[in-house]
């Protein structure tokens, strides 16, 4: 059992207060007019909401139990957390050769260009309680839960 | 086209300095006030659409943004008011009737406000709810004549055999909101959250969503004029059956759920074709005399084996005390009263805000006749129509319900913000819309859970203000008018509501 | 239990974490010429390029062998295997013994017979000592002209590398067009003018007969179709081939690579191959082929390393995928990505030449076998994870080369299995 993040599709209302979160969570500010203002520019949210009609879900890393991006990683920058036991992404590591993208089977990893180029992905806003996306969803669409090992890469 | 007189009714606020451009306003708007500018990066609104459901407001991630009542003001006049002349412009403008939705919001007397309660000092003791049992059990329907009770040595056995009840944990229900006139997200939150507090919902007239059926324990099942959705499997599911005869918004008025709401699960449930209006006759078309209702009253008893309580449900109106009594002799198990001020989906302005009398004067007068007739424990009486608080569901208790239907409160504990907009399916809230874009804005899980909260609250609330009064079950409340005074009321008023007035 | 490893790279790696995640008591041992720590190969032109340092060339941070307890042997070539006796040969006449043998030798480079391979200036380039060889050569002598042979993946990587460090660069391909093996021609014609743009000249159909020196280094080389280009430098890219040398006096299957089951084990018992040296199944294909990318090698390798712990997980086998950046336009390719015109699949592309995007689905039975993705890359895993569980898109089809193309655009019951894993693989 590990805490995973749990999309509820039927409850998304595609308002995209997930994303507004991520990215202010993932600011050095943490201050969502700030985030917005001047550091907006090298931010992007690390998770997507798909959305078709009615139909919305916020995508974020699966914590796949064998992730196919830290097989396909070349530098070594996707790797298990040792504490945690998450799927991470050292952006200090990471090239930007896209191995990871072109593997990841959600296609939650995307390409962050706005500074140096690294891979973007859901980090559970480490270290924090609840990952913010959790935490600000309004509609509880997304859910942080003890989950049984399971995911994508199966 | 015309030149449209209507004004808008509100003002967005919008404070660019907050304001984010995160577009959330735009995407939860359900009239299209919000809009994103790409040519400038700017989230403009179109304030003339704006109903006032503050679902934005709620929303917005840097609270941006306020909502006002539109400043512009007309010449004032103490008779044509700027609500009368908003609605002669659109009806000039339309030709058509005023429609609105949720119960009659013009500032006639709420008796509620006028009434207070009393409290034990120092002659009787008071009793503390968190130290000593307090019991908010109701039984709803038919008590015997007298009980009848064998003593047989080891132990005593009731001889009298009971009609069906139902058992309350507390003395409020939630009323009935049919599957159509609001989504399915909010009828399985009612569902569930009744479950959770012991207590009912009722499925209005729009049938039983087959979904709902593991909620049947729970469930009060209507019979409408429209008959929609009414079958024996139906029946059969419920805890108990009403009829509903009237509703309190809009006595005498049949109902009309439009094609665009009748979606395929709900045409299914309603057992009516998909895409067509749904149209609930003014009258039950084969009830013309208490005599008539009868006959349906006991042909759903037969159908039911006499295993559920009936209840039969009218609005408040003129009349409704020699009405509550047919009703009673007529077989009815409970009585449901609908007052002046309760909740509609959708309901001709007109009718809403002119039609009917209030709850609390209706309570009073049919507590007061059916005992007077020596008939009262014949069924038991519940109250709806706007009980706001818990002190109004006590005072209802006091003035003689038994239980109260509450409606619009259990709306607000979902997210109601009362624009009263129902009626144009395009519910910010995900309540009262069909739409599968706006039903998911009301997750279950979470409108469960607060209307659970919302019940959990007044009990204990009503358990204080027992204490307070030196009362220990709900029971010894009922009809205990004494326990109530009136303020600000003249004698008329007082002798309606049976009441002595404050500092008698 | 002895495990021993021959070979220090991505296949190890996976073979090392995946015994230790479940088994603590092996003695595990890893037997490597090459004198680094582990370091990522695919990093080598970001090193050339100056992009990273030598830091970031390692693929496992410096602790990896001592958290793992392994034991690394280092500087030491494998010469033989003693199947019989469990033993493997080391070309200081040692042996080591094993109770089972993981062979990850790897790949290496093709060098085509030349007459002036030899002379100084020309180098291969897939390990690390090549790249460290070229950087001090090119200090010492400077360079403003180099020669790349190969318009494969390793001539590109090279390619793009010495680009950044300003050098002027001609490729050239034997082959009609350059990422012949991974692209169409339409991506390869992209991926051309890219290279253009950044200043290289690409020769096709053309090779190197013969280098010439000057002072005893590299000056210009003779083309096959006429022609001398001058050149300060040379690299070596037209490839690897399965570094097989060492079980070639044994009785270990060979093919093209060393052939190997569904648990990587070669035919000699307790002794295992994966990664580039290894024959292993390829999904897309259908049937064991070589197939040299880092993911299929640590994969494998994972395989192997369970397996000789008793963990039995079948590969499901590998997709030959790549992902490439050209003067900053990335290209990504899966599966069957080259195919044309071949009877019984159909192509869906959109093309957009002037901002160099490029999609391409190839199809077969409804199955999604190939991708090609220029420009446009972020989502690419979807089409990946499509191909490699064989999903049906019959019915999504016209989503699937949607510009807002995502797992909502995939047949239901695969969207649910893939976002909550409740879903069921279809
Ligand atoms: C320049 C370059 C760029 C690349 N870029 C990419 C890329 O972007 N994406 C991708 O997927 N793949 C890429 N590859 C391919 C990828 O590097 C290989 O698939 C991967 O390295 C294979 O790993 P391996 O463990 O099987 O073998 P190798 O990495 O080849 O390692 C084999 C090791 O075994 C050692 N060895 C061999 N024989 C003996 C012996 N007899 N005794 C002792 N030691 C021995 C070798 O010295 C070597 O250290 C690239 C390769 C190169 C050369
Ligand atoms: S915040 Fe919640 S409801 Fe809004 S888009 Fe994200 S997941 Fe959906
Ligand atoms: S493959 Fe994708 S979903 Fe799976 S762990 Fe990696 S980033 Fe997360």
Known sequence: MSKRI?????????????????????????????????????LMPRLTVEEDGPLSFALQCRQCEEPSCVEACVSGAMHRDPLTGMIMCD????VGCWMCIMVCPAGAIQQNLLGTKIASKCDLCYGAELPACVAHCPNEALTFDDVAEKGAGS | MALSLATASFVIERDPARCIACQVCVRQCANDVHFYDADDDTVRAHDQSCVGCHRCVTLCPTQALSVRLNPLEYRPHANWGP??????????????????????????????????????QVTNPSIDPVREPMELKTYLGAKPERLEIDDHGDGLTLRTELTPQLELDIPIMFSAMSYGSISFNACESLARAATEAGTYYNTGEGGLHPALYQYGERTIAQVASGRFGVHLDYLNAAAALEIKIGQGAKPGIGGHLPGEKVTLDISRTRMIPQGTDALSPAPHHDIYSIEDLRQLIYAIKEATHYTKPVSVKVAAVHNIAPIASGIVRAGADIVAIDGLRGGTGAAPTMVRNNVGIPIELAIAAVDARLRSEGIRHRASLVAAGSMRCSADVVKAIALGADAVYIATSALVAMGCHLCQHCYTGKCNWGIATQDPYLTKRLNPNIGAQR?????????????????????????????????????????????????????? | MRAVIVGNSATAVGAIEALRAVNQSAKVLVVSEESHLIYSRPLLSHYLGGEIDQVRLAYRPSDFYTRHEVTPILETRATGIDTAGRRLLTQDGNSIAYDKLLIATGGTPILPPMPGIDTQGVFSFTRRSDVESILTYLEAHGGKEAVVVGGGMIGIKATDALIKRGIRVTMIELAPRILGVAL????????????????????TGNTVTEIHSRDGRVHSVTLREGGTIRCDLMILGIGVRPNTELVEDSDIRVNRGIVVDEYMRTSAPDVYAAGDVAEAYDLVVDMN????????????????????????????????MNAIEVHGVPAISVGNSNLEDEPGHEFLTDLDERNHRYKRLVLKDNRLVGVTLVGHINRAGIYTGLIRHKIDVGASRSALMSEQFGLLSLPDRYRKHVVTGEGIEV
């Open chain 2, 451 to 504: 209307l659970a909260n919302l019940l959990r609250a007044w009990s204990l609330e009503i358990k204080e203000m027992m204490g307070g009064m030196g009362v220990n079950s709900i029971e010894s409340l009922r009809g205990n008018r004494d326990h109530l005074r009136g303020l600000g009321l003249n004698q008329v008023e007082l002798d309606a509501l049976g009441i002595k007035a404050a500092g008698m």
């Open chain 3, 289 to 320: 082929r070589t197939v040299a990318i880092w993911p299929n090698a640590y994969r494998q390798g994972a395989i192997a390393g369970a397996h000789m712990v008793g963990i039995e997980t079948p590969d499901a086998g590998g997709v030959a």
């Open chain 2, 83 to 120: 609500d009368i002349l908003r609605n002669i412009y659109k009806q000039a403008e339309t030709g058509g009737m005023l429609l609105t939705g949720m119960g009659d919001d013009q500032p006639q007397r709420i008796y509620w406000d006028h009434m207070v309660l009393n409290a034990s």
């Open chain 1, 91 to 94: 952006e200090e590591r990471c």
């Open chain 3, 184 to 203: 169409d021609s339409t991506a390869s014609r992209l991926m051309t003018r890219l290279l253009e743009e950044a200043g290289v000249r690409v020769l």
């Open chain 1, 6 to 42: 749990v999309i509820h599709e039927e409850h998304c209302i595609g308002c995209r207060l997930c994303e507004v979160h991520c990215l202010v969570q993932h600011s050095s500010s943490k201050d969502i007019i700030k985030a917005y203002g001047g550091e907006h520019s090298h």
